[in-house]
């Protein structure tokens, strides 16, 4: 009869068990996955960031040695590059794509900077890849100091 007894109390005490850790499985499991989409989108805009300030430290250094100048770089595109483009000239904006959709980051720089016709198609095809980019500096007609970018 004792055995009976311990058999019941071991039957129930897995089911409490299976219960508690399926409610807990519940909680835990979307958490983790929060986190690990949280992780990746830091990992994503620290790569975006990090393109994004080496374009604007070598467009600043070629504007400031002056006209017709010249520098070529090579640069890791970010393989979550979404499109890259110029705010007003002076404001080098990347967006990323990351688990929450297209996110921005943008730098400024010191020179008014100009895209060769197909600079933005030849980096986004060259996503999670080096590219050289080539940077030079011209006037225009009212003698402002520009920056052109171009994949070489």
Do not use: C, W
Not at 22 to 32: D, F, G, N, S
Not at 130 to 146: G, L, P
């Amino acid at each position: 009869m004792n055995d009976e007894r311990n058999g019941q109390i071991s039957v129930e005490f897995l089911l409490v068990i299976t219960f508690f850790l399926a409610i807990m499985a519940a909680i835990v499991l979307p958490m983790t996955r929060t986190s690990i989409n949280a992780a990746k989108d830091a990992s994503i805009l620290g790569e975006t960031r990090g393109f994004a300030e080496l374009m604007k430290t070598n467009v600043d250094i070629v504007g400031a040695e002056g006209p017709n100048s010249r520098k070529t770089f090579r640069i890791s595109v970010p393989s979550k590059l979404y499109q890259i483009k110029m705010d007003s000239g002076y404001r080098l904006v990347i967006v990323g794509s990351t688990t929450k959709g297209q996110e921005e980051v943008g730098v400024n720089t010191s020179f008014l900077t100009i895209f060769n016709p197909t600079f933005q198609t030849d980096i986004y095809n060259n996503r999670g890849e080096n590219v050289d980019v080539q940077a030079e500096t011209f006037y225009n007609d009212s003698h402002k100091t520009y920056v052109r970018l171009r994949v070489f």
